[in-house]
């Protein structure tokens, strides 16, 4: 799957495990140890970049300025608008070939002909948060770092969804899904985005490989009893589409029907017309908005 319908983001070109890349007016170059060739470097704007983030061999990195940059700048996607700074870690705040699953769960809620109520799971800046917000959804946003979940009420408030019924949830996400089984709360759509490695509050280790069963397990039960979609994304390179699919295949079908999908995600390069992989994604619907 790729995403094609970008304005404001463009995948310039990409070599020697950089990419060249357009966010609105800024263009920066990273990391992406995925690209291993090193071709040419077809794009003028390579020796014109704003900044360019180097890594260090002790971990981290910095991001070294080229030229002016704003501290803070705004790209839209449609009717959203985000919030985007340069972060530690390479990163800008949002991940841009997750639009082309902003424009699933925004086509199968407008589709459902219904009151829909979507959790969105680990929801760093509030992206696919956004998207079930602005075709009608009610969302849950849960998220355990502070920062993102206002980062992501910002970028709801530059996009104008400030008054759309979304709960902004400082929470370990596996203890919320938990609680709310306790209570009895259900939903039509889970959208769910893990990360690959982490520490949680007590030095204990996660590995989404060894936690993503356990974690799937405990979310079917407040799956609605007619529900619409659920989304598993990953950045995980052990973690291949086709296991997600089984994941979900087994998690879900046996009580839900429906049908699941997965494939790699990706971006298109302008300088060759090929796409970049850049994560996986895996989705169970039911038959009635496959």
Request: hydrophobic fraction near 40%; glycine fraction near 8%.
């Amino acid at each position: 799957m790729r995403t094609a319908d970008w304005k404001d983001y463009e995948l310039l070109d990409t070599t020697a495990g950089q990419r060249l890349e357009r966010w609105g007016d800024v263009i920066l170059i990273r990391p992406d140890p995925q690209i291993i060739w090193n071709t040419p470097k077809a794009h003028p704007l390579w020796e014109k970049a704003h900044a360019k983030y180097h890594r260090s061999n002790t971990g981290g990195g910095y991001w070294e300025e080229k030229r002016k940059i704003p501290s803070v700048w705004s790209v839209k996607y449609n009717n959203m608008t985000f919030r985007l700074k340069t972060m530690g870690f390479k990163h800008t705040g949002i991940f841009p070939e997750q639009a082309v699953n902003w424009d699933f769960v925004m086509n199968k809620i407008k589709g459902a002909k219904r009151p829909v109520k979507v959790l969105n799971l680990f929801g760093y800046t509030g992206a696919a948060s956004l998207a079930c917000a602005s075709a009608g959804a009610q969302v849950c946003h849960v998220d355990a770092s502070k920062g993102m979940v206002m980062w992501a009420k910002e970028n709801a408030a530059v996009s104008g969804l400030t008054e759309k019924p979304i709960r902004w949830l400082v929470d370990d996400c596996v203890k919320f899904v938990q609680r709310e089984q306790r209570r009895g709360n259900t939903y039509d759509g889970i959208i769910m985005d893990p990360p690959s490695y982490g520490r949680g509050p007590g030095g204990e280790v996660w590995k989404l490989e060894e936690q993503l069963y356990n974690l799937l397990k405990i979310c079917v039960p407040v799956m609605s009893q007619n529900p619409l979609f659920f989304l598993l994304n990953s950045y995980t390179t052990g973690l291949s589409p086709a296991v997600m699919a089984y994941l979900l295949s087994i998690m879900l079908t046996k009580k839900f029907g429906g049908t699941v999908s997965a494939d790699e995600i990706g971006l298109p390069v302008t300088s060759t017309g090929l796409v970049l992989p850049c994560g996986s994604t895996a989705i169970w619907q039911s038959e009635a908005s496959a």
